[in-house]
């Protein structure tokens, strides 16, 4: 008979190799949601993008710019209800994390769908705190919160990565301020 509970890990620091501390690894992942010295600020990929052109599936593309952002957003704000200790299940395919069409309905639907994903940017942000990275999860297997932190910042970094690819076959890029060209 399975275990009914999973065993938690005890917190314990964050490391790799025994060099980094945990102020370090907190450094590193505020750095990879902002995408700080690597490439363009995440918080900046989605600015000033027209909502036409959000929904505009190029040919070849699986999924428009819209869908990408909603994906990110349903996986973002999920990883973030389970840091905050809620128990919530991954779907039963992965076909659920694609929520809703190619294309906004209008403006209004592509700016929120937007700003959702910055704030939940800042809140995966605001959720590191040094102290607790090498905290398990009761509810997730035993993940750490530098796990799960960690893995909202590959997530997002792996489809931001298709989201400026998609803008520039849409010629919507860079974004005001400019892209990663220096």
């Not at 704030?119 to 942000?125: F, V």
């Amino acid at each position: 008979m399975a275990d009914p509970e999973p065993r938690v890990r005890q917190s314990r620091p964050v490391a790799i190799g025994g060099a980094l501390g945990n102020a370090e690894a907190a450094a590193a992942l505020r750095d990879a949601l902002d995408g700080s010295g690597q490439f363009v600020p995440a918080r900046r990929v989605l600015d000033a993008l027209d909502w036409r052109l959000a929904g505009t599936k190029p040919v070849g593309a699986e999924h428009s710019i819209r869908r990408i952002t909603a994906h990110l957003v349903f996986w973002q704000d999920l990883y973030l209800e389970r840091l905050a200790g809620a128990e919530r299940p991954s779907p039963p395919h992965d076909a659920a994390g694609w929520p809703g069409g190619d294309a906004p309905r209008d403006e209004r639907e592509w700016k929120a769908l937007a700003a959702r994903f910055s704030d939940g940017l800042a809140r995966a942000t605001a959720a590191i705190d040094a102290a607790t990275l090498g905290t398990a999860l009761p509810r997730w297997g035993g993940r750490t919160r530098f796990a799960a932190i960690n893995g909202i910042a590959l997530h997002n970094a792996y489809h931001l990565g298709q989201v400026v690819q998609l803008r520039r076959i849409l010629g919507a890029w860079p974004p005001p301020g400019g892209g990663d060209s220096w």
